[in-house]
């Protein structure tokens, strides 16, 4: 099966999305079955309590892992930018 490059690049970004997604997404989920588990354990059914575990979760993900997306992100745009480059004929 012969890819066009325009399949070829929708594949890739659906490809980065998951890969970029994916790990602040899994401590979300980790962080939010914790949180969940507390709530039923203690029957303390307060709202602050499930939210704000999760924004300084994220926020030490992001930092972590930003400067690594970033990167993904850019060589990924590099890369796309070079192939349209390439279907356009120009030098």
Do not use: H, N
Request: glycine letters at 10%; proline letters at 7%.
């Amino acid at each position: 099966m012969d890819e066009t490059p325009t399949s070829l690049a929708v594949r890739e970004a659906l490809w980065m999305a998951v890969q970029l997604a994916g790990p602040p997404l899994a401590a979300m989920l980790v962080i939010g079955l914790i949180i969940s588990i507390l709530q039923a354990l203690t029957q303390i059914q307060e709202a602050t309590l499930a939210f704000l575990p999760k924004l300084a979760v994220m926020g030490m993900v992001l930092l972590l892992l930003g400067p690594a997306m970033v990167g993904s992100m850019r060589g990924y745009a590099v890369g796309l930018f070079d192939r349209i480059v390439a279907v356009g004929g120009l030098p």
